[in-house]
């Protein structure tokens, strides 16, 4: 899995990026979201801000008014600093939860929408760093138009936030948000595509020899077999695809020894007993589409193809072989 961090100051359009990765097929998990769950009434954090910041950052239902508790904070960095203390452990631990039921469900990509990334974290700590930015004139206009502030209260909102130019040489890729959505799709469409070739050379690309892919029958197998083609081809992994009953199949593979075969799931065990008589003993994996929700797949491969605007499905290996 590649993990991904998507960052960008306020108004920069970071936000609509997520999006657009999500829709190509990324999983993504947002840090507002999880602060959000994290202050919800009856827990501990939020009865911690109450204790930090006083009884009138809450509205009379009792949840967190972000407005008074954004006007206790914004400018003063202690109080800022306090508040953070309180919120940003149970967002990293949440994370962290969330992370390892993406590993464990076998996700290609995951992004983590992080607004203080440099702020908050160790950038390290992720595969990729992706900055959304925008020029302070055009933040401020959106923040006018979007939010209802003043010059004055945008201007105090984007200087919270450590600036853009100090973030820039950090990151791995740069998607200047300057014109229109149609120009933004653009830009984060090259670097999710490059996001995409990545993550399956991680998967994949250690093999040493092609991957064979192999059907016997038209449907959502070969299509499926299909998608897998283009997940090795974007990523530069040498396969070939052959097609037909046991002996054909077997005297395909033969030329070129395969470092691992995967099969649609029809595929007869005449089959496989033939490419196992013909010398070839890479690992042999079933094409088979998972549930819906976290992957059973103790001793099983799992690789993710909606990137490629296909179902995830599960590469089983084959007990007869």
Do not use: C
């Not at 911690?48 to 006083?54: C, R, T, W």
């Not at 914004?74 to 309180?86: F, K, Q, T, Y």
């Not at 160790?122 to 010059?151: E, Y």
């Amino acid at each position: 899995m590649l993990n991904v961090a998507l960052t960008g100051n306020i108004a920069a359009g970071k936000t609509s990026v997520a999006e657009l990765f999500r829709q190509w097929g990324a999983t993504v998990i947002d840090a507002d979201v999880l602060a959000r769950e994290a202050q919800a009434p009856g827990g501990a954090v939020l009865a911690a801000i109450v204790k930090q910041f006083g009884a009138d950052v809450l509205t009379p239902a009792g949840t967190l008014d972000r407005a008074a508790l954004r006007g206790k904070v914004m400018g003063d960095d202690a109080a800022l600093g306090a508040l953070n203390r309180i919120v940003h452990p149970a967002v990293r631990r949440r994370r962290t939860e969330l992370q390892d039921e993406s590993t464990a469900r076998g996700d290609l990509i995951l992004v983590n929408d992080i607004p203080l990334l440099f702020e908050s974290l160790d950038p390290d700590q992720f595969d990729r760093v992706v900055l959304v930015d925008a020029p302070v004139a055009i933040r401020r206009a959106r923040l006018r138009a979007l939010r209802g502030l003043s010059n004055e209260d945008a201007d105090r909102m984007i200087a919270a936030q450590m600036p853009a130019e100090r973030k820039r040489p950090k990151s791995d890729y740069v998607i200047d948000n300057d014109d229109t959505l149609v120009a933004l799709e653009a830009k984060a469409r090259a670097v999710f595509l490059d996001l995409r070739r990545l993550a399956v050379r991680r998967e994949w690309g250690d093999r040493p020899g092609p991957v064979a892919i192999l059907a016997e029958s038209e449907g959502d197998e070969r299509r499926a077999l299909g998608a897998l083609s283009g997940a090795l081809e974007d990523a530069g992994i040498p396969w070939y695809f052959a097609s037909g009953r046991a002996a054909a199949l077997a005297e395909a593979l033969a030329p070129r020894p395969p470092a691992m075969v995967v099969a649609s799931r029809t595929i007869h065990p005449e089959a496989v007993a033939a490419i196992r008589r013909a010398g070839i003993s890479a690992p042999l994996s079933f094409l088979v589409p998972t549930p819906e929700g976290p992957v059973e797949h103790g001793g099983h491969v799992v690789l993710d193809l909606r990137p490629w605007g296909h179902r995830r499905v599960l590469l089983s290996d084959n007990p007869l072989a």
